[in-house]
């Protein structure tokens, strides 16, 4: 039962690169989420998708892009990468209501040089 | 908007010491209320929960109860082990905007033998 699957796991970029972190879930979730962390920061909401074929920004949606491919992928693009971009990433998944759980999945380190 | 604040650590215990970690919330309506937990190296897993004014949730000796008069949702164990060292986050959800969650900004455990 794999959950929610991020890749790569770590990933280390020279500024202005691009590059796509994926992101799978096999729970059937309508809901899916990306988070940045950072430290003392707590997990802050990056974009998300509310159900398949929509998408909205969060909390700190410059500097990225995503594409909700189907019900099960969720993908986030980074463009033109900024050492101001340095952090873990987290992926989750949820069904609605609002009052079940998410599920994250391992985390992507990345760094930005 | 709805926000999420919890004590910031790192607090350090001595094994089967009391274990508290306060956090309050701001959120309109009826928010469900989480505690999640990081252990090193790991993503995100639910901790425990509580869905509606006075609900306690509670899992592996683990307890919080729901006080919408004081906005609260205070994580306590009684006898800590080293074991429980890791991160824990606050965080509520709400039925609208896409049920995304809000967290707060995390807590780091240390328990020492």
């Known amino acids: 039962n794999a959950g929610v699957t991020q890749t790569p796991k770590f990933q280390v970029l020279k500024t202005g690169q691009s590059m796509t972190l994926q992101c799978a879930q096999d729970?059937?979730?309508?809901?899916m989420y990306w988070y940045r962390q950072d430290p003392g920061m707590g997990l802050r909401l990056i974009y998300y998708?509310?159900?398949?074929?929509?998408?909205d920004k969060g909390e700190v949606p410059n500097g990225y892009n995503v594409s909700r491919l189907n019900k099960r992928e969720f993908s986030l693009r980074l463009e033109s990468a900024a050492p101001s971009q340095t952090s873990v990433y987290f992926c989750?998944?949820?069904?609605?209501?609002?009052?079940?759980?998410?599920?994250f999945g391992q985390g992507t380190r990345l760094t930005v040089v | 908007g709805d926000s999420v604040t919890q004590m910031e650590g790192p607090v350090t215990l001595s094994e089967e010491a009391f274990l508290t970690i306060n956090c309050t919330y701001t959120?309109?309506?009826?928010?469900?209320l989480f505690w999640y937990v990081q252990y090193p190296g790991e993503g995100l897993q639910l901790l425990l929960k509580?869905?509606?004014?006075?609900d306690k949730g509670s899992n592996k000796g683990f307890e919080a109860t729901y006080r919408k008069e004081t906005t609260s949702f205070h994580l306590e164990k009684g006898s800590v082990q080293v074991s429980d060292s890791a991160v824990y986050f606050c965080?509520?959800?709400?039925?609208?905007?896409?049920?995304?969650?809000?967290f707060g900004g995390g807590t780091r455990v240390l328990v020492k033998p």
């Open positions: 965080a509520l959800r709400k039925r609208a905007a896409g049920n995304k969650l809000t």
């Open positions: 729970m059937n979730h309508n809901s």
């Open positions: 989750a998944s949820s069904e609605v209501p609002g009052n079940t759980e998410a599920f």
């Open positions: 509580a869905t509606k004014a006075d």
């Open positions: 959120a309109t309506g009826y928010p469900s």
């Open positions: 998708s509310a159900s398949e074929g929509t998408t």
